[in-house]
């Protein structure tokens, strides 16, 4: 059964710094990208960030570039994703997703306020 647990999230001021966890299991987790998305009230969801599975290639996307940081830790079975100097736009429910010819997996998403 493919479970992933969130962490990380909450409320941080403009220009502040926050680090999400998502730890999965139920699968080979080497074997799947991870990425992880967004999805601000009345927007679609964004893709953010990619990471192949040994972490050799990573990709972000124009929004966060330069900002947000995506690694993973394969003997923990968990992706991260760092984000700093945070703007009241990068509110959103924030989701991890593991991906493969095998199949594709989402988290339940954790919410990242970004106010003062």
């Known amino acids: 059964q493919v479970q992933f647990v969130e962490s990380g999230g909450g409320l941080v001021q403009p220009g502040g710094s926050l680090r999400l966890s998502c730890a999965a299991s139920g699968f080979t987790f080497s074997n799947y990208y991870m990425d992880w998305y967004r999805q601000a009230p009345g927007k679609d969801r964004e893709r953010l960030a990619r990471?192949?599975?040994?972490?050799?290639?990573?990709n972000y996307a124009d929004s966060v570039k330069g900002r947000f940081t995506i690694s993973r830790d394969n003997a923990k079975n968990t992706v991260y994703l760092q984000m700093n100097s945070l703007k009241p736009e990068d509110t959103a429910v924030y989701y991890c997703?593991?991906?493969?010819?095998?199949?594709?997996?989402w988290g339940q998403g954790i919410q990242v306020t970004v106010s003062s």
């Open positions: 990471i192949s599975g040994f972490g050799v290639i990573t």
């Open positions: 997703n593991a991906n493969s010819w095998a199949g594709v997996y």
